[in-house]
């Protein structure tokens, strides 16, 4: 499954990283990177926890990268 994160830096320098598809889904790392492993360590639990529960989960993204020449 696939989904879309945002990562931001807080003013600390640690690294916030969460998923707009999932409410709360939230982690953070020193670096980008740790940011990265740890965000798909709590999405993973959070949609075990949904599956448990019998929770919809939200459906995996696809995307398509379009180049337009202006």
Do not use: W
């Not at 916030?16 to 798909?40: D, F, M, W, Y």
């Amino acid at each position: 499954m696939k989904y879309r994160i945002i990562i931001e830096p807080d003013e600390n320098g640690i690294f916030i990283a969460e998923c707009p598809a999932l409410p709360g889904c939230i982690s953070q790392g020193k670096t980008r990177h740790e940011a990265i492993v740890n965000i798909k360590d709590a999405i993973q639990g959070y949609i075990e926890s949904l599956r448990k529960h019998d929770d919809y989960i939200p459906p995996s993204i696809e995307e398509e990268i379009v180049e337009v020449v202006a």
